[in-house]
């Protein structure tokens, strides 16, 4: 039998990764957090001086990697080759870094397998953008959980300002709107919610009602 996999794409902001967690902890799921690998491959090509147009450079980075996603209840850690990363990938200069690599098609190649490995026993729970259309075409369970732009970039807001950054709201939003068109409108594996998708909008919703939510489907499905 294969490995039972859920997954949770939408635009940024929607709120995928704190309900990804929240599933995968009541699940007792392994995690993978896709956004982060295309944040490390982002900021790793602006410290080592590797252009985003530099197919070769940037898929060399790629191959390199490994990673793991260690979290409870609060918090998703990351673990670049043992070594654990703190708030440095939650930045807009990163995000946007992260957009851009993500373009490239050789790039999203050669990541495949990185995001793949994390389909270990006794299952994954994963988050990003194309994670049920093009990653694990065949997963169990597939949500796409959108929210509006406006509800996004408040939350986004919020969250940064917590961890201390100093940002305006305006350009929050005009990022996510860079950002969103971006995703959506890419030629590799655009940001669009799988035929077989549960689509959720979140806007109106807390996290604890979209986690139950998911919990249902996961029990319908015998997940749970
Ligand atoms: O989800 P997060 O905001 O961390 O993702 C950062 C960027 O990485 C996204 O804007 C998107 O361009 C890219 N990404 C992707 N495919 C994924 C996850 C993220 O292209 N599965």
Redesign the pocket.
């Known amino acids: 039998m294969n490995t039972p996999v859920v997954t949770i ?1 939408g635009p ?2 929607a709120g ?2 704190t309900v990804a967690r929240n599933i995968a902890y009541e699940l007792d799921f392994h995690l993978l ?7 490390i491959l ?1 900021l790793a090509a602006i410290e080592q001086g590797v252009a985003f147009d530099d197919i070769g450079g940037l898929v060399a980075l790629a191959n390199s990697l490994e990673l793991s996603f260690p979290f409870d209840r609060e918090r998703t850690g990351i673990v670049l080759d043992g070594v654990s990363l703190g708030q440095k ?1 939650r930045n807009q200069i990163v ?1 946007d870094a ?2 851009q690599v ?2 490239n098609p050789s790039v ?1 190649r050669a990541l495949m397998g990185l ?1 793949r490995r994390q389909a270990r026993e006794p299952g994954l729970v994963g ?5 049920g259309t093009i ?1 694990f075409p065949d997963a169990d369970l597939k949500i796409f959980l959108d929210a509006s732009v406006e509800v996004r970039a408040e939350r986004r807001y919020l969250e940064l300002i917590e961890s201390g950054q100093i940002v305006e709201r305006s350009v929050i939003l005009r990022d996510l709107e860079i ?1 969103d068109f ?2 959506r409108s890419r030629d590799v ?1 655009p ?1 669009v919610p799988a035929r077989d998708a549960y689509v959720i909008d979140s806007s109106e919703k807390t996290v604890a009602q979209v986690v139950m939510e998911i919990q249902d489907l996961c029990k319908a499905r015998r997940l749970a």
Do not use: T
Not at 33 to 39: F, K, N, V
């Open positions: 794409d940024s902001g995928k990764g957090d896709s956004g982060a690998i295309y944040r982002g990938l995000a992260a957009s993500a373009l999203r995001q988050d990003g953008r194309d994670l990653v950002r971006r995703d594996a940001l």
